[in-house]
């Protein structure tokens, strides 16, 4: 119940716009998801996901590759700044690896 008040604490908060849209991390137990959202029309801009790949290592290993592979799809897509989500998860761990190589890959937050 705590996590839900956390999660809606952050997220009244922060709001992506065409220009920041917002990056929103959700991470279970088995999977990792990423997607870059704009607020305003309500749509997914660029998503990456750890459901339905065969990938190998540690949970914080596959958090920075999909912070790797999200800062790239972004790139494509022309998004250079965002506004960080992390839900109701705490930035450390698995969150903060996720968060280091997408900023190594060049998005900024």
């Not at 997607?35 to 801009?45: H, S, V, W, Y």
């Not at 596959?62 to 506004?83: H, P, R, S």
């Amino acid at each position: 119940m705590n996590s839900l008040f956390r999660a809606k604490r952050t997220r009244a908060k922060i709001h992506g716009t065409a220009e920041r849209p917002r990056l929103s991390v959700n991470i279970s137990n088995t999977h990792i998801t990423a997607q870059i959202i704009n607020d305003d029309e309500g749509k997914t801009l660029v998503y990456s996901t750890t459901v339905g790949k065969k990938l190998n290592g540690s949970k914080t290993e596959l958090a920075a590759v999909i912070g790797k592979e999200i800062a790239e799809k972004a790139k494509k897509a022309k998004i250079k700044t965002v506004v960080f989500d992390r839900g109701a998860k705490l930035y450390a761990g698995r969150m903060s690896a996720l968060a280091d190589a997408a900023r190594k890959e060049g998005l900024e937050f």
